[in-house]
């Protein structure tokens, strides 16, 4: 079983957005996916109960915090191949206890150094969690909201990410109407049609790649992993 955790010391960096689009496209690929709401202002919890939509595959979780997490991941690893787990932006200890649970750690960030010096805190608090746990804990940055012309200051801060070693995803997250939409409607990305919002179908591709990348990505660390 797989664990996904999608930590930010600070909001509005698109976190619950992703979680919640990764799930679906996972979920409408056939697996089997738990959906863990630990952020205070349960977005997802949100979007559950207004969708009038079911995927059989897919299961929401929540509200969840410090004191029922670790719990809470250890029982979808009983029932799901993929769990993913959308924290509070911040650092605190629902963050930390998820972060040693996990497969892989992903930190999103917008092309601001704000951003970068914020995804710099969560990546020394895996650090810290892997050393108490010897173990390595891999992680990937990942850009949200991008523009469809990558800016300067976004190529600058990748490259800066690179140069410091720190695995940054190629693919980026496109800022479309589509991902705000699957809340505002309570419903599921690839049911969206164009009457709604402009290009669905771009937005549904961008997830299956972001998908694709991120599933190689574990695949990958779990193989280093039992070499070692």
């Known amino acids: 079983m797989t664990v996904i ?29 738990s959906l863990l709401d630990a952020d205070p202002n349960a977005p997802i919890l949100s979007w559950y109960k207004q969708s009038t939509q079911v995927d059989e595959h897919l299961s929401v979780v929540g509200p969840l915090n410090e004191n029922n ?12 191949r993929v769990v993913i787990v959308d924290l509070e932006g911040s650092a ?12 892989l750690v992903l930190i999103p960030l917008q092309g601001s150094q704000l951003d970068a010096d914020e995804a710099a805190k969560i990546i020394r608090m895996i650090s810290r969690a ?13 850009f949200t909201r991008c523009s469809f012309i990558k800016s300067r200051t976004n190529k600058h801060i990748s490259a800066s990410l690179i140069e410091a070693d720190i695995p940054v995803a ?4 496109v800022e479309r109407d589509a991902f705000k939409a699957v809340f505002s409607y309570g419903g599921f ?21 972001f998908a694709n990348e991120i599933m190689q990505k574990i695949g990958n660390s779990k193989k280093e992993q039992k070499h070692d």
């Open 5 to 33: 955790v999608l930590a930010s010391s600070k909001g509005g960096v698109g976190k619950s957005t992703t979680a919640l689009c990764l799930a679906q496209v996972l979920s409408r690929e056939g697996i089997n996916v």
């Open 69 to 80: 997490i670790y719990e809470a991941i250890e029982d979808a690893r009983n029932i799901s």
């Open 92 to 103: 605190n200890l629902a963050v930390s206890y998820a972060i040693t649970e996990a497969d």
């Open 130 to 142: 892997g050393r108490q746990l010897k173990k390595q804990i891999p992680y990937m940055a990942f």
């Open 170 to 173: 190629q693919t980026e997250i």
């Open 189 to 209: 990305l690839h049911d969206l049609n164009k009457d709604e919002v402009s290009h669905p179908d771009k937005a549904v591709n961008n997830m299956i790649d």
